[in-house]
């Protein structure tokens, strides 16, 4: 967002970047923005994030704003997420949270829309001058671990902690994902889930409902049998076990 507006020769507002506790972007002292690319909706979803920062926004800002920015058929192609859930989120947030909602189609429109949002702004904070905008400066650089771990954050049911834990375990995200994939979901004799066996198992912290989920939201569509092949597999599992008995 920040180089994108640096880049842009005709610009008619002052940008300043600073570490922001609420919000990603503040237009005025009301107003202030979250902004969500569609698969950063969709996670900040999944993991509870997006109430949280909702929530905050609200509480900090009379006129906060919520940017969804390229929530597309991309998108719902590749989530694991009933859209039910998806536009159910956005209707609670718009009518219970009472939340401005705007979507955009990608980040030019975004900036645009900021801009113009800018400058159609009465400034009434001293330390916001007119024409103004405040955004978010960037994290620091990452080294390489902090960047494997930022991707395994992106699984369901995992923050910074679980995720440190993965990446120090086993190393890159692709073991993650392999570890994933390979540990099983145990089921009683009746059919319930009851623990894990396999790479996952050895740490703490991480239940059947982890690998569930990230079964699916990590090789379902890139294969669509392997998960009914993984319940099948269970199903003959225990089967076979009452039989021996």
């Known amino acids: 967002m920040i180089n994108f507006f640096k880049a842009k020769r005709d610009i008619l507002i002052e940008i300043e970047t600073q570490k922001l506790d609420v919000g990603d972007i503040v237009v005025s002292d009301t107003c ?5 690319e569609g698969f950063d909706y969709v996670i900040s979803l999944t993991d509870n994030r997006l109430f949280e920062q909702l929530l905050r926004l609200k509480e900090t800002y009379s006129s906060p704003m919520l940017i969804v920015e390229g929530l597309n058929k991309f998108v719902f192609d590749n989530i694991n997420v009933k859209l039910s859930s998806v ?32 400058l159609q702004t ?37 923050g ?14 692709y073991e ?6 390979n540990t099983k979901v145990l089921y009683s004799r009746t059919g319930k889930p009851k623990g894990i066996s396999g790479p ?4 703490k912290g991480f239940g059947y409902r982890f690998i569930e989920e990230n079964q ?9 049998n392997l998960i009914k092949n993984i319940e099948i597999q269970n199903c003959l599992e225990i089967k076979s076990k009452l039989i021996k008995e």
């Open 87 to 118: 536009y159910g989120s956005l209707a609670y947030i718009i009518n219970k949270l009472q939340i401005n909602v705007i979507y955009t189609v990608n980040l030019e429109h975004t900036a645009l829309l900021i801009e113009r949002l800018a």
């Open 216 to 224: 699916k939201l990590l090789f379902e569509n890139e294969n669509p």
């Open 200 to 203: 996952i198992s050895e740490l």
């Open 32 to 36: 202030a923005i979250e902004r969500k």
């Open 160 to 173: 910074n902690k679980k995720a440190k834990i993965l990446i120090d375990r086993f190393k890159t995200p």
């Open 122 to 158: 009465n400034f009434s904070n001293s330390n916001i001058s007119n024409n103004r905008l405040v955004i978010r400066s960037a994290p620091k650089k990452l080294d390489p671990n902090e960047r494997r771990q930022y991707i395994i954050e992106g699984l369901i049911e995992c």
């Open 176 to 181: 993650v994902f392999m570890s994933i994939r």
